[in-house]
């Protein structure tokens, strides 16, 4: 599976494709060996999702949690993703680590993914082992419980962004999009495989009296699934450190002394500061100047206040795409997280609050494991909608791709809330599936266009003899696109709750999530643009 990918003279090229440097260069296609074992991160990520969907619930109770935490919990890790992940983004456009400049994000996300999972899912077993009082043990217990669930939550959310420059950085236009589809791919067979772990009674099997109990063995599987998924994602396809590309490529120019600043261009979408003092630093950058060494472009400083004027500053249609994508992860999450309690309560008629001996209770348990069920058929069809999304790209291009993803989770989410019946409901869930393929591939291939239309356009102004367009860098552009995800959790975690509250049904959540993606569908057609 190697092919071309190790040429050291394509690698130097392709790493800095995206600074604008080298945004012309023709990189090498990669083979489809090399592009599966770089979506195995996304199969890792979502097997340790699924596990945490089927058991942070269980564990949170087991430790006794608080109800009045329980916002906190959910709110804390997106709140912390929403703030950081733009800037950490834009950090990594220029990372000058000997290994690359996503892969040290990446390789340190996962460390904390696997660090939260260990927290949250033994947190009360080493606790038990270490404090002998019952009431330091609960503040303990709840306490170290808590810190792995947001640590795991934070890092498994953040680290899509990473993931997905890294794909960028290295990858021709059509590899991307393959790239993407594999991405989708796998993130539903990984999804479908932890739920169906998930769903195994683990007390009753011999592994699960050798390890302890069923948290323990899905620690088990959860730790070694992550650590051969990301072993083998950061082996797939090498990057070239910035600094030797930016050493080797040109020499040096001379820069301008403290040419005047242009006040139209103190701040750019994607940029970090580069004034001081009302002129232009020629320690850091030039940017629209050909005289720019592009040694000296690696050595910016990030600051808040950039970064900011920069994000509120972006281009129009990269605002119109964050939006659209902030409208549907607010309407997936919303039915997605209370889906199996929507399964128990109005599907089944059955009541969580009553007697754990009830019958009205025991009705609600099976309609939870049979949403576990729909669950697994959502990430199954997710995975089979993004292998035919090739196909179907071809006759109704991206703009029907999304419009039709949006249009189908609308209209069965609805159909779902409207007329709540256990068959037609698990069928629907194919819905569902379509909708996460959409959420995961199409956005990004959109940005994946805006930037090869940036690119060409830089060619064109490069052979014209005209000053070079700054560029800005993929891993601010992932981030920001990322970061809507988690501020569709901070909508869904501090709305819905309260929502739930005024309507007195879980059944109203269903139908905002059908509003919500009806809603998304009428944007995407409107407001987002598609490249020819």
């Given at each position: 599976m190697g092919g071309k990918s190790g040429q050291p003279g394509m690698d130097t090229a392709t790493s800095l494709a995206e600074d604008r440097l080298f945004g012309f260069v023709e990189l090498p296609r990669r083979p489809t060996g090399r592009l599966i074992m770089h979506s195995m991160a996304m199969f890792g990520r979502e097997f340790c999702y699924a596990v945490e969907a089927a058991y942070v619930t269980p564990v949170l109770l087991s430790v006794g949690l608080p109800k009045s935490l329980y916002s906190m919990v959910w709110l804390l890790s997106p709140i912390l993703g929403f703030l950081l992940q733009p800037v950490v983004g834009s950090a990594s456009d220029y990372c000058r680590a000997g290994w690359g400049r996503r892969r040290p994000y990446i390789l340190s996300l996962g460390i904390m993914m696997l660090l939260g999972m260990a927290l949250y899912l033994n947190g009360d077993t080493m606790i038990s082992a270490v404090v002998a009082d019952p009431r330091r043990k609960l503040i303990w217990a709840i306490t170290i419980t808590m810190i792995g669930v947001v640590l795991f939550d934070f890092a498994a959310d953040f680290i899509d962004g990473p993931i997905k420059a890294y794909l960028f950085d290295v990858c021709s236009h059509q590899d991307k999009e393959r790239g993407l589809h594999y991405h989708a791919l796998f993130t539903g067979f990984g999804g479908a495989l932890g739920y169906l772990l998930g769903a195994i009674d683990w007390a009753s099997l011999k592994l699960g009296r050798v390890l302890g109990t069923e948290f323990q063995v899905m620690f088990f599987f959860s730790a070694l699934v992550l650590i051969l998924c990301f072993i083998i994602h950061l082996c797939s396809i090498p990057?070239?450190?910035?600094?030797?590309?930016?050493?080797?490529?040109?020499?040096?120019?001379?820069?301008?002394?403290?040419?005047?600043?242009?006040?139209?261009?103190?701040?750019?979408?994607?940029?970090?500061?580069?004034?001081?003092?009302?002129?232009?630093?020629?320690?850091?950058?030039?940017?629209?100047?050909?005289?720019?060494?592009?040694?000296?472009?690696?050595?910016?400083?990030?600051?808040?206040?950039?970064?900011?004027?920069?994000?509120?500053?972006?281009?129009?249609?990269?605002?119109?795409?964050?939006?659209?994508?902030?409208?549907?992860?607010?309407?997936?999450?919303?039915?997605?997280?209370?889906?199996?309690?929507?399964?128990?309560?109005?599907?089944?008629?059955?009541?969580?609050?009553?007697?754990?001996?009830?019958?009205?209770?025991?009705?609600?348990?099976?309609?939870?494991?049979?949403?576990?069920?729909?669950?697994?058929?959502?990430?199954?069809?997710?995975?089979?909608?993004?292998?035919?999304?090739?196909?179907?790209?071809?006759?109704?291009?991206?703009?029907?791709?999304?419009?039709?993803?949006?249009?189908?989770?609308?209209?069965?989410?609805?159909?779902?809330?409207?007329?709540?019946?256990?068959?037609?409901?698990?069928?629907?869930?194919?819905?569902?599936?379509?909708?996460?393929?959409?959420?995961?591939?199409?956005?990004?291939?959109?940005?994946?266009?805006?930037?090869?239309?940036?690119?060409?356009?830089?060619?064109?102004?490069?052979?014209?003899?005209?000053?070079?367009?700054?560029?800005?860098?993929?891993?601010?552009?992932?981030?920001?696109?990322?970061?809507?995800?988690?501020?569709?959790?901070?909508?869904?975690?501090?709305?819905?709750?309260?929502?739930?509250?005024?309507?007195?049904?879980?059944?109203?959540?269903?139908?905002?999530?059908?509003?919500?993606?009806?809603?998304?569908?009428?944007?995407?057609?409107?407001?987002?643009?598609?490249?020819?």
């Open positions: 990057e070239a450190p910035l600094r030797d590309v930016a050493k080797d490529s040109l020499p040096p120019l001379q820069a301008p002394q403290n040419p005047p600043l242009s006040s139209d261009r103190m701040y750019e979408y994607g940029s970090i500061e580069k004034v001081q003092n009302g002129y232009v630093n020629p320690e850091l950058a030039m940017q629209g100047g050909k005289t720019k060494n592009p040694a000296e472009q690696t050595q910016r400083t990030m600051t808040m206040k950039s970064l900011l004027r920069a994000l509120v500053s972006m281009p129009p249609h990269y605002r119109c795409l964050c939006i659209s994508h902030l409208i549907g992860w607010t309407a997936f999450l919303s039915n997605m997280l209370f889906f199996t309690d929507f399964m128990g309560q109005i599907v089944y008629h059955g009541n969580p609050y009553s007697a754990h001996n009830s019958t009205e209770f025991l009705i609600y348990e099976r309609g939870v494991e049979v949403g576990c069920w729909g669950l697994c058929i959502n990430a199954v069809f997710s995975s089979l909608y993004s292998y035919f999304q090739k196909a179907l790209v071809s006759y109704i291009g991206l703009k029907g791709l999304y419009f039709m993803g949006y249009l189908l989770f609308g209209l069965g989410t609805g159909l779902i809330g409207l007329f709540p019946n256990v068959h037609s409901t698990l069928v629907l869930c194919a819905s569902f599936g379509v909708m996460s393929s959409t959420l995961y591939t199409v956005p990004f291939n959109l940005m994946a266009e805006y930037h090869r239309e940036e690119q060409e356009e830089q060619k064109k102004q490069a052979q014209a003899g005209g000053p070079d367009s700054s560029g800005r860098g993929q891993g601010l552009d992932c981030a920001t696109l990322t970061c809507m995800v988690q501020l569709a959790q901070i909508l869904v975690g501090g709305g819905l709750g309260f929502l739930v509250n005024m309507a007195g049904s879980v059944a109203v959540v269903v139908l905002t999530a059908s509003l919500a993606a009806l809603i998304g569908c009428c944007f995407v057609a409107v407001f987002v643009r598609y490249v020819d």
